[in-house]
């Protein structure tokens, strides 16, 4: 297997700003959201990114892309129905060959020495098969997140056998069906925002759609569907995903890359003059 594309879906109407806001990258410099992802991919040795978006938003997206706009191809999803659709949306500009996927309302941070991107393609070359990056993540977090269960790889650190895909499991379902031997009570693994996925997704995509006509599909239940099909592994990813879209999740993320970053003990210290001065007015305030 060869990854030599890869897609980052940012069409759901209701979030289509998200990629084109801006923030601070580790070196202080200003990004767009859109940047920071095709950077992750191009980090990964990728040279070829196709974006899926709502139609007429090409130029606005062009424009946050910047000079990385020159490896971007932009392919509309006209007719929106999910989240596995927009990525059925691009099986003639994929092609068939495997591909990375990042979504396009997280930010992602690496605490390794590698990118995210970079070893989650390096590990799906390596087995020849589907990867999904995972993180560890505690059950009140279930609402947000597809969740895999499966048995751990002997002998490979943070990487599991995928038998199960559900998305946003409750918690007794989650007990249920998605236990992973090893990890803490409460604490599942859910999607980290990344795959590397099969040319074959499409044809599994092309069933689901074709099966509930007019119905909105999520990926899911297509990855479900790999995993009965193919070997398909998940591999714990060595960083933090920020989901932008959230309450508060831009603050959050613009926050995760500036501690990240060259100027940490600046930002500490703004942090810290900022937590005692808002002290500070609590206390003259208080009756």
Known sequence: MQVRKALITAALRAQRHLPIQTLEDQNGDERSLLYLLAQEALNAGIKDIGVVICPGERERYREAAGELAQHITFIEQHDPRGYGHAIYCAREYTGDEAFLHIVGDHLFVSTGAQSCASRLVQVAQANDCAVSAVQPTRESQLPYYGCVGGRRVAGARGM????????????????????????????????????????????????????????????????????????????????????????????VARLALALSGSQRDQVLTKLVELLAETGRNGEETTP
Do not use: W
């Open 160 to 251: 599991y056998e995928i038998e199960r895909v559900l998305e946003k499991p409750t918690p007794t379902v989650a007990e249920q069906e998605l236990v992973v031997p090893g990890l803490r009570a409460g604490r599942y693994l859910c999607f980290f925002g990344m795959h590397v996925l099969p040319a074959s997704i499409h044809g599994i995509l092309a069933e689901q759609l074709d099966s509930r006509p007019g119905a909105s599909i999520n990926l899911s239940g297509a990855l479900d569907e790999l995993a009965r099909r193919e070997r398909y592994l998940a591999l714990i990813a060595d960083g933090t995903r920020y989901d932008v879209g959230v309450r508060y999740g831009m603050l």
